[in-house]
C-alpha cells in the first residue's frame, strides 16, 4: 500500500458523459501526477500539480482538466467520453527531496474507466 | 520521445539473473525503475541519478551510463515474486520537467519454478 488513495476504483459510463476521478495524496506530499496507462499507449503523463499550482503538462486532451484543492487532493475531469479513453488512469504523489527536482512517485491503485 | 526497453519480454526459472535495459536518445537527468503486477500500480524499485547517485530499497541493482543515455536493471538470483512488467520512467536533462516522466513500452518478466 502506497498510501495514495483514489476513487472510485472501477468506472462504466457511456460515450459522451463526463466523470471525475479522485486522488488523495500520501500524508505530506505536495506534488500529484496523473498518468493514463492503455495497452496500445502504454503509461502516459498527463499532467502534474504542486501545492495546488500546475506544474507540468503532458499529452493530455483539451476533454480532460484537473486540479489541486486546498488540502492537496486532486481531481481529474473527463469530458465527452470517448471509446479510446477506456483505461487505467493513475494518480501518483511526491514529495520534493533534499532540494534536488527529482522525486520518488508513489502510484495509488488506480480507477479503471470503461466507456460503452 | 518515449524510452526503449530490451528485450519486450524474458523467462526465467528461479534463481537465474535477468538484465533489463532502458535506451534514451535525449540527454537524461534521471531514470526511475518500477515494476508493476496485473492490474495493480507501478511500484518504486529505483532511482538513477545523473552524477552516479543511487537509490532504492530492494536488492535489485541499476546502472546508469551517462555518455550512452542508457540504465540497466539487474535482478539476480530471482524469485517467484519478481515477475511482473517493468517500467523505466525518464526525466531529460535541463531541470525544467519537474519530475515529468516519460516511461519506456515495459518489459514482461515471468519467473518459473
Known amino acids: 500500500d502506497s498510501g495514495v488513495t483514489q476513487t472510485p476504483k472501477h468506472l462504466i459510463t457511456a460515450t459522451g458523459q463526463r466523470v471525475t476521478l479522485r486522488c488523495s495524496p500520501r500524508s505530506g506530499d505536495l506534488s500529484v501526477y496523473w498518468y493514463q496507462q492503455s495497452l496500445d499507449q502504454g503509461l502516459q503523463f498527463l499532467i502534474q500539480y504542486y501545492n495546488g499550482e500546475e506544474r507540468a503538462k503532458g499529452n493530455i486532451l483539451e476533454r480532460f482538466s484537473a486540479q489541486q484543492f486546498p488540502d492537496l487532493h486532486s481531481e481529474l475531469n473527463l469530458s465527452s467520453l470517448e471509446l479510446g479513453d477506456s483505461a487505467l488512469y493513475f494518480c501518483?504523489?511526491?514529495?520534493?527531496?533534499?532540494?534536488?527536482?527529482?522525486?520518488?512517485?508513489?502510484f495509488g491503485p488506480g480507477t479503471r474507466l470503461t466507456v460503452l | 520521445q518515449q524510452p526503449v526497453q530490451s528485450p519486450q519480454a524474458v523467462i526465467l526459472r528461479e534463481g537465474e539473473d535477468a538484465v533489463i535495459n532502458c535506451s534514451s536518445s535525449k540527454a537524461l537527468y534521471s531514470v526511475h525503475w518500477y515494476r508493476q503486477k496485473h492490474g495493480e500500480a507501478p511500484v518504486f524499485l529505483m532511482i538513477l541519478l545523473k552524477g552516479g547517485e543511487q537509490k532504492g530499497h530492494e536488492k535489485i541493482s541499476a546502472s546508469f551510463n551517462e555518455k550512452k543515455q542508457q540504465s540497466s536493471l539487474y535482478l539476480t538470483a530471482s524469485q517467484l515474486s519478481y515477475s511482473g512488467t517493468y517500467f523505466c520512467g525518464t526525466e531529460p536533462a535541463g531541470g525544467t520537467s519537474y519530475g515529468k516522466l516519460t516511461f519506456g513500452q515495459g518489459t514482461i518478466l515471468t519467473v518459473h519454478p
Open positions: 501518483a504523489s511526491s514529495v520534493p527531496s533534499g532540494g534536488g527536482i527529482t522525486d520518488t512517485q508513489y
